[in-house]
């Protein structure tokens, strides 16, 4: 019988993992956030970043927006333990061509993170939840988009898909799980 | 650009994603109405604006309902004119249907229940305002709420070591109150008879109603824990229609309680969270639920019934009213256990009319106190509830919600009556009798030395050396907070509008700013911001304050960090001090 999910597969040379968590909390060289066109934090992880890392990023964020659907940037990540974060402005809310957009999206994060120097780099669902993008259509592009990009010249070692709950962790396990296949 | 013959990439989906929610039910009431108006006087809002005829609910109903007629229904595509089918191009004629399904409707349920087809406008309401979410097209704070609640887990975005914090401290308050170091908020404990769920607003507002709780708990006797994740159980899944944020929010608590093995999950006062979670919850989730689920109101009352805790209802002797919540009641058919703690716990009750599933929304559900564009529209409606109020002569409304405190806090105060908001869980710890566990020796009670008292005596006082603004327009407000805060120990100084709020917090840097949130000139939000952005003053702590509840609203959404406390208007010393010392993070 193959195996219906998994945690951790190897792409190239790097690694893909699966965990459950608080992404804003981990230690790693750079998380993504999935910003505003304006780049302004607001709610959700963005509350968690402003609260814990303190006023230096959105001060840092104000230079840095607006920004282009398909486009990411890079702040410090203040008071928090990640090196930096990078944030990646995504398609949203059912609108047109959602998946090709999260490839773009997916790919300038990885992009940004690779100009940075980065090994190990974290990203949430991208999308899925509040901005609406269908999880399992989240899981196909990201996994996918990781394929492509890490297979190629890289120096990011490990990537880390970060998610908060079951609901979350059985669309990407089951997703690891064919491409471990 | 959008015309009879191109329409908008949203108005498409909207019309698209309607289709599959098309239920049954919500099929049923889409046909249904007969027009006959009987659901017209039922609404607050109509009530409130007789001569506007778009808070009529069948008005209302068919702003959507002709969206199905054209789209899903025979009759529309024959003879779309006769039975007024129509359509949306524009992500502008999407803007007016969001003015409708959020701004005129707090989906209270009142007009479903008067309804003699059946039709349930609450229900194809919440369903409308799903669709315009999946396209991005909501209130700000709708937004706000739903972010806060997909990705911190909890809709006020109380990050996890704020919420287990608040229980550190609500434990030792509880130690020093009963005198047993013994006693604390157990956290993950497994294999618990009762998981004890909270709303958020608990965490950031109204902590004593946690203490209360766990004080009720622990008389009992109870083997409870509340969880460290998961612990939500508000779901604005209910309220923006969106489904998917509904199931995963259930989810969540449902998965954390299985995970503690707990027997039972019990919800604490609040109609929207006890009906997402008991009855809505499963089926978002599709969640087989291998636990019982209460209402705290049962379980404090199956306590007084089984004789785990005893009661002096003398000590709620004032004349007392009870608002039901729409939720616990129109939709969950809680009416007689709330009465019957009521009349266990206090000693004047007087019933409200309409009461029970004809009662008046508080004006504040639906969402409607995150959705601050509105405020007006919902004070005027809350005339009619306010007279209710009145007509009962009680000087302390009791209801079983959070939003309904919120609401009636601010419809008590627009309309200036006499009267105060509480929960059923705030009555039962206030009456409880506590059983005698000491036994004073028969020589009588311990001498205590001489230096022990000299030592207590020269106790510090509790906010020495702490520099605090007080920033209020209303001297007497001013007065009440700086003697408070002196008389504790405090150095205060005092501001009167926020160009003065600035000016003193950048020339005293103090520990703490109190900032009133309706002061005349500069805006509150923007004096907080500029507080916030100011370099020099990283380190300093600000409280809130705001007799108007959706003004937070106006602070939280700021893009700088949010106040490290809020207070209501007014506010008692004790829960003053409560506060401020929990901000200035000092020793209890």
């Known amino acids: ?17 699966l965990i459950r968590g608080d992404i804003t909390e981990l230690d790693v060289d750079a998380f993504v956030y999935y910003a505003r066109h304006d780049l302004t934090l607001g709610s959700g992880f963005g509350t968690a970043i402003s609260q814990r890392g303190g006023p230096a990023i959105q001060k840092e964020l104000s230079q840095l927006g607006p920004l282009e659907t398909g486009q990411a ?5 203040g008071k928090l333990k990640a090196g930096c974060i990078i944030h990646a402005v995504g398609p949203r809310f059912n609108e047109a061509d959602t998946a090709g957009k999260l490839r773009r999206t997916v790919l300038a994060a990885l992009t940004v993170a690779e100009e940075k120097g980065v090994k190990r780099i974290a990203l949430p669902p991208m999308g899925a939840g509040f901005y609406a993008v269908p999880l399992d259509l989240c899981a196909r592009v990201m996994v996918e988009t990781f394929q492509e990009y890490l297979q190629g010249r890289t120096g990011i070692e490990e990537v880390v898909l970060c998610v908060m709950d079951q609901r979350e962790f059985a669309p990407f396990a089951a997703r690891l799980a064919l491409q471990e296949a | 650009m959008s015309s009879k013959n191109h329409r908008s990439h949203n108005a498409q989906e909207v019309l698209s994603r309607l289709g599959k929610k098309l239920s049954r039910q919500i099929a049923g009431s889409m046909v249904a109405c007969v027009h006959c108006g009987m659901c017209t006087n039922s609404c607050h809002y109509v009530l409130a604006n007789p001569g506007d005829p778009t808070y009529a609910p069948a008005y209302k109903a068919d702003r959507i309902r002709k969206l199905f007629k054209r789209h899903y229904d025979w009759t529309g595509r024959v003879f779309p004119w006769w039975v007024k089918a129509g359509s949306v191009f524009s992500d502008e004629d999407l803007e007016e249907l969001k003015d409708t399904v959020f701004g005129k409707c707090t989906n209270c349920r009142r007009c479903s229940v008067n309804c003699p087809m059946g039709v349930d406008l609450a229900t194809f309401n919440r369903m409308a305002r799903g669709l315009l979410v999946s396209v991005g097209i909501m209130p700000e704070g709708v937004a706000v709420v739903s972010k806060d609640q997909w990705e ?9 070591e704020d919420y287990l914090d608040t229980l550190d401290w609500m434990s030792e308050e509880l130690q020093a109150e009963l005198d047993d170091p013994a006693v604390a908020i157990p956290v993950d404990k497994p294999d618990c008879e009762i998981v004890y769920s909270i709303n958020p607003r608990e965490v950031k507002y109204d902590p004593r109603t946690i203490s209360d709780a766990a004080k009720i708990f622990y008389f009992a006797g109870e083997n409870w824990t509340m969880p460290s994740e998961g612990w939500d159980m508000t779901n604005f899944g209910l309220f923006s229609g969106d489904d998917d944020l509904g ?7 449902f998965e954390k309680v299985s995970e503690l093995r707990g027997k039972k999950l019990v919800i604490s006062e609040c109609g929207h969270g006890y009906r997402s979670t008991r009855c809505e919850g499963p089926n978002w989730a599709k969640f087989d639920v291998p636990f019982e689920m209460e209402s705290s109101i049962i379980t404090m009352l199956r306590y007084l019934k089984e004789g785990r805790i005893h009661v002096d209802k003398t000590r709620n002797s004032e004349p007392v009213t009870f608002h039901d919540s729409c939720n616990n009641a129109r939709s969950c058919g809680m009416f007689e256990e709330p009465r019957e703690l009521l009349r266990l716990v206090t000693t004047d009750f007087r019933e409200m009319y309409p009461n029970r599933a004809e009662n008046f929304c508080c004006t504040g559900g639906g969402g409607a106190m995150s959705m601050s564009e509105y405020t007006p529209r919902r004070l005027k409606s809350a005339v009619v509830k306010a007279n209710q109020l009145k007509a009962t002569g009680a000087k302390v409304v009791v209801t079983s919600c959070h939003n309904c405190v919120d609401g009636l806090n601010d419809l008590i105060r627009h309309y200036k009556l006499d009267m105060r908001v509480t929960q059923l869980v705030n009555l039962v710890a206030n009456a409880l009798v506590v059983p005698a566990r000491v036994a004073v020796p028969a020589g009588g009670p311990p001498e205590i030395p001489g230096e ?3 030592a207590f005596a020269a106790e510090r006082p509790v906010l020495a050396d702490r520099t605090i603004v007080v920033a209020d327009d209303e001297p007497d407000q001013v007065t009440l907070l700086a003697t408070i805060f002196e008389d504790h120990g405090a150095t205060v100084y005092r501001a009167y509008s926020g160009d003065e709020a600035l000016e003193a917090a950048r020339s005293r840097k103090p520990d703490l700013l109190t900032l009133d949130l309706a002061m005349p000139g500069r805006p509150a939000a923007e004096v907080f911001e500029m507080l916030r952005k100011d370099a020099g003053l990283v380190d300093l702590k600000i409280c809130v304050r705001s007799e108007r509840p959706e003004l937070r609203q106006t602070i939280y959404e700021q893009a700088v960090r949010p106040p490290e406390g809020y207070l209501d208007k007014p506010v008692d010393e004790q829960s003053l001090l409560r506060s401020v010392r929990k901000i200035l993070e000092l020793a209890h």
């Open chain 1, 1 to 17: 019988m193959p195996k219906t999910t998994a945690e951790r597969v190897r792409i190239g040379r790097s690694s893909l993992r």
């Open chain 1, 73 to 77: 940037v890079a702040t410090g990540a």
């Open chain 2, 152 to 160: 911190i887990g909890n809709q006020m975005g109380v990050l996890k």
């Open chain 2, 247 to 253: 199931g995963a929010v259930a989810r969540r608590l």
């Open chain 2, 452 to 454: 022990a008292v000299e």
